[in-house]
């Protein structure tokens, strides 16, 4: 065959790099989020997490979807999730650096803010297996209702060892957690949920339920316990669910009958690939109450709100990794005599892109931080504040981020070639984190329920105050926005308010974080009224240099 042509001007890949490293926005905010924290953990997942070899398992991951398998051979019900073994590999790595549990047996003080930061390392790495991550690390604060279930299942949720096999609990090395609520004919609106318990007695984990019923959206469906929602005689009731029934119920005290619940399909979905997502029919599926009957909602929200910060830590981690890969192309690519990252027109998007990033990552670890304090006033005002707030804004400005970082690629961002493309994996997975755990009018309207219960103007106020004086957009949106926090009664301008809360507090925090030119950057064009339509309309006096040289992976 004859040569037509030499390969050049083609970007190398990005490969084993220390993803932690070269992130100076995550590691100045750490430094006022959680002074003195041993970074050590950090660098050592930052350097597994941009390495080739965990860059081809998350590939592989994604290219090999799970598949299930309803029966067996011989004919027998099984309801079993297989795998890429690249999929496991992953999720033990997850779970050895403590990403599902390791905040809830660590008594050190930024136990939470360290995990976050992790968990937004291994984001820039593979999204999608991390939703049984997510859903063990947030099922504590709601287990806890339920003093037998939660003694017996804690040492094995926070257990550094992953063990997929489907048995009894008892006899697993770790164990993870999923979640139940959507069904088909109420999405958001739970309360017209279907799903019946039927009281089955008393035992040691308390009152006993059987459910029949189905989930719609059924996450993670190959974990070892669920929490989901069913109606009882007194109203929607949150429930622990076992994938195989304890030795009392079973007759067996090694493996365990499997629970009546039937994984019925898979969803094809348009990302979020190496993740199982499923519909589900629980068939008198034995189950335990959590709490109070008819107090469902409240109890399974407690797990929801740990969610909803995985979904901002994790959003904030793909605009990263989405900006690290616009970068690392743009300053090898030649076009019209220089490279891509030396045009004027790609500087200012760049540079857009990486404000954006920066003030993402500084909101997410901001309320991470909340958790780390729960018996602080401030800080729990501020955790019910900051919630539905960074979850609505930051997941909300995922999808078109990732198209303009792709779009920095050109056609070779938009090719996926066998999982090799990751910007267009970091494209198809950003909208699910915006939908997920509650979509954006959700999460207004939960602000506006923040509203109703706590001082918030207040503490909005005392969250403001450090950055005042230092600049006038900023400064005129901090008087304000407490007068309209006070006020607001109405549904119409909830969006508004979430983003203009949003964007006062990544402004107050860049102030404490960021060096002078990326925050008055970014308080001219979000908040004085200079920003346009699209990335990369920057004023001209910004120093586009500065902003890149700060944001470069190392």
Not at 72 to 94: K, N
Not at 393 to 410: P, S, T, V, Y
Not at 484 to 489: K, L
């Amino acid at each position: 065959m004859h040569q037509t042509h030499d390969v050049f001007n083609q970007p190398a890949p990005l490969v084993d790099v220390n993803l932690f490293e070269g992130n100076l926005a995550m590691r100045d905010a750490l430094k006022v989020h959680a002074p003195g924290l041993d970074l050590k953990p950090l660098e050592a997942l930052g350097q597994l997490a941009g390495s080739a070899t965990l860059q081809v398992h998350a590939r592989l991951a994604n290219a090999h979807g799970p598949q299930l398998r309803t029966h067996d051979r011989q004919g027998y019900r099984i309801d079993e999730v297989e795998f890429h073994p690249s999929y496991h590999i992953l999720m033990a790595a997850a779970m050895k650096a403590g990403l599902h549990g390791s905040p809830w047996l660590d008594n050190t003080r930024n136990a939470h803010v360290l995990r976050a930061a992790c968990f937004m390392l291994f984001t820039e790495l593979e999204p999608s297996m991390l939703c049984p991550i997510s859903m063990t690390y947030a099922v504590t604060p709601a287990l806890r209702a339920n003093a037998a279930i939660h003694q017996e299942w804690s040492p094995g949720l926070g257990a550094r060892a992953y063990d997929p096999a489907l048995t009894l609990y008892k006899h697993k090395a770790g164990l993870t957690m999923g979640m139940g609520m959507t069904e088909k004919q109420g999405g958001s609106d739970v309360r017209a949920n279907t799903t019946r318990a039927e009281p089955d007695g008393h035992d040691a984990w308390g009152a006993r339920y059987r459910l029949t019923g189905h989930k719609w959206f059924f996450s993670a469906p190959m974990s070892d316990a669920f929490l989901v929602l069913a109606q009882t005689a007194n109203g929607l009731s949150c429930f622990f669910l076992p994938r195989v029934l304890p030795e009392a119920l079973s007759g067996s005290s090694t493996q365990g009958q499997h629970n009546a619940l039937r994984i019925q399909r898979l969803k094809d979905k348009l990302g979020n690939k190496a993740n199982a997502s499923s519909e589900v029919e629980f068939e008198g599926a034995l189950a335990w109450l959590v709490g109070e009957e008819g107090r469902g909602i409240p109890q399974i929200l407690e797990m929801g709100t740990m969610t909803r910060l995985d979904c901002a830590l994790g959003s904030s981690g793909l605009m990263r990794q989405a900006l690290t890969q616009a970068l690392h192309h743009t300053r090898q690519r030649l076009a019209f005599g220089k490279t891509l990252i030396e045009q004027p027109l790609m500087k200012n998007v760049l540079a857009d892109l990486a404000l954006e990033s920066e003030a993402a990552t500084a909101l997410a670890l901001r309320l991470a931080r909340t958790f780390d304090q729960p018996d602080d006033p401030h800080e729990k005002a501020m955790a019910r504040l900051l919630t539905p707030v960074a979850k609505f804004w930051i997941c909300k400005r995922g999808a078109g981020f990732a198209q303009e970082a792709m779009e920095c690629l050109g056609g070779n961002g938009y090719v996926e070639e066998g999982g090799e493309g990751v910007l267009a994996r970091i494209y198809r997975e950003m909208p699910v984190n915006s939908i997920w755990e509650g979509a954006g009018n959700i999460m207004a309207l939960d602000l506006l329920r923040g509203l109703r219960k706590a001082d918030a103007a207040s503490a909005l106020a005392q969250e403001l105050k450090p950055a005042l004086g230092q600049h006038a957009a900023l400064d005129r949106m901090a008087r304000s926005l407490p007068l309209r926090v006070e006020v607001m009664g109405s549904e119409v301008e909830a969006r508004r308010l979430a983003q203009d809360v949003a964007l006062a507090v990544q402004a107050a925090l860049l102030a404490q974080s960021a060096p002078s030119f990326v925050f008055s950057a970014f308080c001219e064009s979000r908040l004085g009224g200079a920003w346009g339509q699209t990335y990369g309309s920057l004023g001209s006096g910004v120093d586009f240099d500065a902003i890149l040289r700060r944001a470069l992976p190392a």
